[in-house]
């Protein structure tokens, strides 16, 4: 079946380590996203990718770092100098063209303490 | 980021009951979609929609884009307990101007 897998579904962390978390798709979508959600809160665009080898900071990039290596492959690195980094994380991607819908993974949820 | 401004932020309902949302935004789009997401869970793309008027549905969802552009509607007919969730409309300008709602919160009581 097609889809987004992001790994570990829950993710535990010392505060001051970095952490990487994983995300591939298998739809042969160009652009790829990743996305923070707190409680109650909706999506915020941390970074995007709409090609192999380019990437674009979103809203909220501070602390954080992507690499775009292989088309199915956006892994996100949350760095210690992101000063609250417990937070629910999405990967998404879009198919080709200026109209296709955006697809989510089931997220990661990290705790950082 | 843009966001778009839903409403109502949270419904009670009770199960058999029809619900209706919507989201409004001061921009145009030319792609409206809609979302569930339940806890701990990423959002599941319900209905896209791509032209002014067009009105989609999908099982006891129906959603709306609006003459304006500006606007889109979602209504749920004879709610479940399994449509508990949050549902969050979309509006899209470009591939890359991609704008979510702040999301309605759905509780359906048997």
């Known amino acids: 079946d097609g889809g987004i897998t992001q790994s570990p579904k829950y993710l535990f962390r010392k505060e001051g380590q970095n952490v990487t978390l994983s995300c591939e798709q298998n739809?042969?979508?160009?652009?790829m996203y990743w996305y923070r959600q707190d409680p109650g809160q909706g999506l915020r665009l941390i970074y995007y990718?709409?090609?192999?080898?380019?990437?674009q900071k979103g809203d909220i990039a501070e602390g954080y770092s992507v690499s775009r290596e292989k088309k199915e492959s956006f892994p996100l690195t949350v760095t210690s100098a992101q000063k609250n980094p417990t937070a629910f994380y999405l990967c998404?991607?879009?198919?080709?063209?200026?109209?296709?819908?955006?697809?989510f993974g089931p997220g990661t949820r990290l705790t950082v303490t | 980021g843009q966001q778009l401004n839903q409403s109502p932020q949270s419904m009670f309902i009770q199960e058999g009951e029809d619900v209706s949302m919507n989201c409004t935004s001061s921009?145009?789009?030319?792609?409206w979609l809609w979302y569930k997401q339940e806890p701990g869970e990423g959002p599941v793309l319900l209905i896209a929609?791509?032209?002014?008027?067009e009105l989609t549905s999908n099982g006891r969802l129906t959603a709306q884009f609006g003459i304006t552009r500006k606007d889109s509607f979602l209504n749920i007919s004879a709610s479940i307990p399994s449509d508990v969730g949050i549902y969050f409309c979309?509006?899209?300008?470009?591939?890359?101007?991609?704008?979510f709602g702040t999301g309605t919160s759905l509780t359906v009581i048997p």
């Open positions: 929609l791509y032209k002014a008027g």
């Open positions: 990718s709409q090609i192999v080898n380019d990437f």
């Open positions: 979309a509006g899209q300008l470009t591939r890359n101007q991609f704008y």
């Open positions: 998404a991607s879009t198919e080709s063209g200026t109209s296709g819908g955006r697809y």
């Open positions: 921009s145009i789009f030319n792609t």
């Open positions: 739809l042969n979508h160009d652009a």
